[in-house]
């Protein structure tokens, strides 16, 4: 059976508590949330919960039908990859001294990355994109001593004025 990977958005009520209700719907039903984001929207009784969910695409419909259903869900809908601006952020520690920093740096202004903290022994570099570009970053990097990584998640936005579909 062919398997999928959807990123889904959900606009909820902004109340303690809405993120265990999604979160344990996907749970007690044992499936797995690749990546999860979480903030304000704008109106600030509403959040946006983005999810990219693996599956079958039955499952993957029944699981956004589900979460439909709670009381707590003003609107769920899917985001087109090729109609939508989906990013995430990068947080990685590297072991850097004199020797390396230079290589470093250069490898950061290749990929656009920022250098967001520096000390004597390592340095923290920031970068924003897509999970591929992220992705070759880190690799790339995995020539020098990785300390630590701190990945966001997706978070997305369709493009241009529509916010969900059917609107």
Same mark, same amino acid.
């Given at each position: 059976?062919?398997?999928?990977?959807?990123? %889904?958005?959900?606009?909820?009520?902004? +109340?303690?508590?809405?993120?265990?209700?999604?979160?344990?719907?996907?749970?007690?039903?044992?499936?797995?949330?690749?990546?999860?984001?979480?903030?304000?929207?704008?109106?600030?009784?509403?959040?946006?919960?983005?999810?990219?969910?693996?599956?079958?695409?039955?499952?993957?419909? +029944?699981?956004?039908? +589900?979460?439909?259903?709670?009381?707590?869900? +003003?609107?769920?809908?899917? =985001?087109?990859?090729?109609?939508?601006?989906?990013? @995430?952020?990068? =947080?990685?520690?590297?072991?850097?001294?004199?020797?390396?920093?230079?290589?470093?740096?250069?490898?950061?202004? %290749?990929? /656009?990355?920022?250098?967001?903290?520096?000390?004597?022994?390592?340095?923290?570099?920031?970068?924003?994109? @897509?999970?591929? /570009?992220?992705?070759?970053?880190?690799?790339?990097?995995? @020539?020098?001593?990785?300390?630590?990584?701190?990945?966001?998640?997706?978070?997305?936005?369709?493009?241009?004025? %529509?916010?969900?579909?059917?609107?």
């Amino acid at each position: 059976m062919a398997r999928y990977k959807k990123v %889904v958005s959900v606009l909820v009520d902004n +109340q303690p508590g809405v993120l265990t209700r999604i979160v344990s719907l996907f749970g007690r039903r044992g499936y797995n949330i690749e990546s999860l984001t979480v903030s304000v929207t704008n109106v600030p009784q509403v959040s946006r919960i983005t999810l990219v969910i693996e599956g079958d695409e039955h499952m993957l419909d +029944q699981m956004i039908a +589900q979460t439909a259903k709670l009381h707590v869900v +003003q609107d769920i809908f899917t =985001l087109d990859y090729d109609k939508s601006v989906v990013r @995430e952020l990068l =947080l990685v520690k590297v072991a850097a001294d004199e020797s390396n920093r230079g290589a470093i740096t250069e490898i950061a202004n %290749v990929y /656009k990355a920022k250098i967001v903290d520096l000390s004597v022994g390592s340095m923290v570099l920031e970068l924003t994109g @897509e999970q591929n /570009k992220l992705d070759g970053f880190l690799s790339i990097l995995g @020539e020098y001593s990785i300390i630590e990584v701190c990945r966001t998640g997706i978070t997305a936005l369709n493009r241009g004025a %529509v916010h969900s579909e059917g609107q």
